[in-house]
């Protein structure tokens, strides 16, 4: 009776302590959120020199690396068709900021890197727009 007391304590110990920690991992906290998103930012630095120095390496990497961060769960903290289309259209312009990068191309660059900002911008408005204050 007693070591079933005991062994349901434990249970319930550890086990709500799963819960928290678990729960938890899957809520990023602000400053989390933050960190992710202002990477975003140092990407589109990196890409604007890239541009400027016309190194290709750099501008194919951080456009990678914007692509990346697209995918990754933290992206997703507002939930929606609209918000999944501007995140398809940012992938894409992405994407081709990539591949103009990699075929050396600086006007196609240029061009795309002109696409990824109005996609940053454009999903900024709404993201400003659809919270309630
Ligand atoms: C599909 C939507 C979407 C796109 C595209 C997007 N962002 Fe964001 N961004 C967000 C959301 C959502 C947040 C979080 C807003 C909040 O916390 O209220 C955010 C936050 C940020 C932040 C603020 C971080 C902080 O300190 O809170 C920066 C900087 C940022 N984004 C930069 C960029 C840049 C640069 C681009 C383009 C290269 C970009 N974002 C493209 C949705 C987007």
């Known amino acids: 009776m007693f070591t079933k007391l005991i062994g349901t304590t434990i249970f319930l110990v550890f086990g709500s302590a799963a819960v928290i920690f678990g729960f938890q991992d ?71 900021l990539r591949d103009t990068a990699h075929r050396k191309n600086i006007d196609g660059a240029t061009l795309a890197f002109f696409e990824v900002t109005m996609n940053c911008v454009r999903c900024h408005k709404y993201v400003r727009e659809s919270k309630p204050d």
């Open 26 to 96: 899957q809520q990023p906290t602000q400053k989390d959120v933050s960190k992710f998103m202002a990477r975003k930012l140092d990407d589109s630095r990196a890409i604007v020199a890239g541009l400027a120095t016309e190194n290709y390496e750099l501008i194919g990497k951080s456009a990678q690396d914007l692509m990346l961060l697209s995918h990754e769960a933290d992206w997703n903290v507002i939930q929606g068709q609209q918000y999944l289309r501007m995140s398809n259209d940012f992938r894409g312009s992405a994407e081709r």
